[in-house]
């Protein structure tokens, strides 16, 4: 007889009852329920141990499965089919095998993995991508995207491009979220109108270095100005004359850069070459004149009157002296404040009421100009000025005297009359001693900041009627200049008022503002 109960465990049951009844024959029952006789003595031994519950089907897995696949790597493709639910084991081998992954299964094996872990459902609903859709003109939340994309690094800023971006943003963006919602490939396309391979791009973008590459600005890979022949082609025509090229010009136009860049078999228009030379840093730029001089011992007169005013004591004075001038008393051009329309007009031929040439020393530890007018320069007006210092600062033990190498300067007369002060003067008013400037070097003088910022400020743009009424201006400009450092003590430098427009400072920069000659 076969099992005739309902079910196993009933069969199980009766046959453990017929078995431990008084006489009873095991192998007849065996051969009754047609089971074998090592079954039978199995189930009754089950049945002694563990009484009924000995009797329920017992799990027929092994103990041991040595070629199982390693539960990192089920964890591993159970990350990756979470990430991409429409994925099946192809994808999935490859995705680890791109990612190093080591012993990676055959795509067999991760669908078994799979269907395992119940993974192998139907296609996602798209409902929910659809939704999202219908959201993007109002406010999304993090709750409104897939869960496999909760916790990005960049999730604020792809919620940011569904709000806020540009029509190619929103679809980049979009194609992430669609991957991530499990659509597949083909509906997701057909809904945001992509090709198969801008959303794929789009999502490998994504994947691989987030957010800013993905909304990156796509740069062709085919631009002529990136190629490096066309560079090397073009910057070698660069760095030589036009007349290398046949072309009677001393600087290069775009026109003839052109012609030259088609002889040479690069050919570029005008467009190509100001992006590459503009790329390059290339700028067209006017030469600039610069002040110099060929004075061999400019650096050591530079030095000594360096050390001169580090080492200057207070019965001491060290004075910067020229002349400005001579400048013709007329109506003079500047700049000034117009209303609307109105234009200033000085007209270039005019009869002048006179000429002035001041000759002025300032002393550069109290900041006072001394200055008186002259006929003409020459080096009875350097004496002039000599005298008129000493009898001005005869407290003193010693003057230096700083000025440029001007013929009248450095002439004979002037150093002798010198040496006849200093011999007879003794001890009844200061020694002299000169720190001549290195030649065609006037712009270290630092009495040419003054006469800049006097000439801004009462000469450029004056009209005065006559030598007395542009001397009068003169004589009040230096008289309230040195009352205010009176006042206000201050070694030369700096601003002086705000009117010198560069410091009075000695040093090695340009003193003199080229702008008031």
């Known amino acids: 007889m076969s099992w005739k109960s309902n079910t196993l465990l009933e069969a199980r049951s009766e046959f453990v009852q ?26 009754l031994e089950r049945y002694r141990i563990a009484g009924a519950r000995g009797l329920e089907s017992q799990s027929r897995r092994p103990h041991h499965t040595p070629h199982r696949c390693p539960r990192p790597i089920e964890a591993a493709v159970l990350t990756v089919r979470a990430d991409h639910p429409t994925w099946g ?8 095998r791109s990612m190093g992954c080591a012993g990676v299964p055959a795509a067999s094996t991760i669908t078994a993995i799979l269907a395992r872990h119940n993974q192998l459902g139907g296609s996602p609903d798209p409902g929910g991508f659809l939704g999202l859709l219908g959201q993007l003109h109002n406010s999304l939340s993090e709750q409104d995207l897939p869960a496999s994309l909760e916790g990005h690094p960049d999730l604020k800023i792809l919620l940011e491009k569904l709000e806020n971006g540009r029509p190619v943003e929103r679809r980049r963006a979009l194609s992430v979220v669609a991957s991530h919602s499990g659509l597949r490939t083909s509906v997701a396309c057909r809904v945001l109108k992509l090709s198969r391979s801008s959303y794929a791009r789009s999502v490998r973008l994504f994947q691989e270095s987030g957010a800013e590459r993905l909304f990156a600005p796509r740069i062709s890979p085919h631009r002529k100005f990136d190629t490096v022949q066309v560079k090397q082609a073009l ?21 003839d850069l052109v012609r030259a860049m088609h002889e040479a078999g690069q050919p570029a228009c005008e467009d190509v070459i100001r992006a590459i030379v503009k790329g390059a840093g290339y700028r067209w730029r006017k030469a600039r004149i610069v002040l110099t001089s060929n004075d061999p011992e400019f650096s050591h007169k530079l030095e000594r009157i360096s050390s001169i005013l580090a080492d200057l004591k207070a019965e001491e004075a060290f004075f910067s002296i020229d002349e400005f001038g001579p400048f013709a008393v007329k109506a003079q051009p500047g700049r000034m404040l117009v209303s609307p329309g109105e234009q200033h007009f000085v007209a270039q031929w005019q009869q002048s009421k006179g ?15 001394t200055h008186f007018y002259s006929l003409r320069k020459n080096t009875d007006e350097m004496i002039r000025m000599l ?14 005297l700083s000025w440029d190498a001007a013929s009248w300067h450095v002439s004979k007369k002037l150093f002798e009359r010198i040496d006849t002060h200093n011999a007879s003067i003794g001890s009844n008013g200061p020694q002299i001693d000169t720190a001549p400037l ?9 009495i040419e900041s003054i006469f800049s910022g006097m000439a801004r400020a009462i000469i450029h743009n004056s009209n005065y009627g006559s030598v007395g009424e542009a001397k009068a201006a003169i004589d009040r400009y230096f008289f309230e200049r040195n009352a205010h450092f009176k006042n206000n003590p201050r070694r030369a430098g700096g601003k002086l008022w705000g009117k010198e427009r560069l410091p009075a400072e000695f040093s090695s920069n340009n003193c003199k503002d080229p702008r008031f000659g």
């Open 18 to 43: 017929l078995a431990l009844a008084p006489n009873a024959n095991i192998q007849s029952l065996c051969r009754n329920f047609n089971i074998s006789r090592q079954t039978g003595y199995r189930t």
């Open 89 to 96: 084991g192809r994808k999935i081998a490859f995705h680890l």
């Open 235 to 255: 910057f070698s025509i660069l760095h030589q004359p036009p007349a290398n090229f046949g072309i009677n010009r001393t600087t290069w136009k775009m026109a």
């Open 355 to 369: 000429s002035i040439i001041v000759t002025a020393a300032i002393e550069l530890s109290s900041n006072q100009v």
């Open 387 to 400: 005298e008129t210092l000493v009898a001005a600062y005869r407290d003193r033990t010693k003057l230096y």
């Open 438 to 446: 290195p030649a065609r070097a006037q712009f270290l003088n630092v």
